[in-house]
């Protein structure tokens, strides 16, 4: 079982920037994927970006050239970080590996 810890949202105007942070506990998170996904009320929830074990990542093409993801292991810990942020950026966040979610930590632009 893996726990899931997301910190760092929080209100920020348009062309600002935001860090998110994931926790992770129960397990050791070096050799799995992982991912940041969001969701606005009355939306499915959409992938935004994913790191591989091996570091390599992948973006929605909302969010690419603006948006970084990284990791540290040692921390067991994956980061966000988000700049240049719109308005359609506005959804609570979540952290997400194998069958594990976070509780969302939300990111409101205006």
């Known amino acids: 079982h893996v726990q899931l810890v997301e910190s760092g949202g929080g209100s920020v105007q348009v062309g600002g920037s935001l860090r998110l942070s994931c926790v992770a506990s129960?397990?050791?998170?070096?050799?799995?994927?992982m991912g940041w996904f969001r969701q606005i009320p009355d939306k499915e929830r959409e992938g935004v970006a994913g790191?591989?074990?091996?570091?390599?990542?992948s973006y929605a093409d909302s969010v690419k050239g603006r948006f970084t993801i990284s990791r540290d292991n040692a921390k067991n810990t994956v980061y966000l970080q988000m700049n240049s942020l719109k308005s359609e950026d506005t959804a609570l966040y979540y952290c997400?590996?194998?069958?594990?979610w976070g509780q969302g930590t939300q990111v409101t632009v205006s």
């Open positions: 790191i591989e074990s091996d570091g390599s990542t």
């Open positions: 129960g397990d050791t998170i070096s050799r799995y994927c």
């Open positions: 997400f590996t194998q069958a594990w």
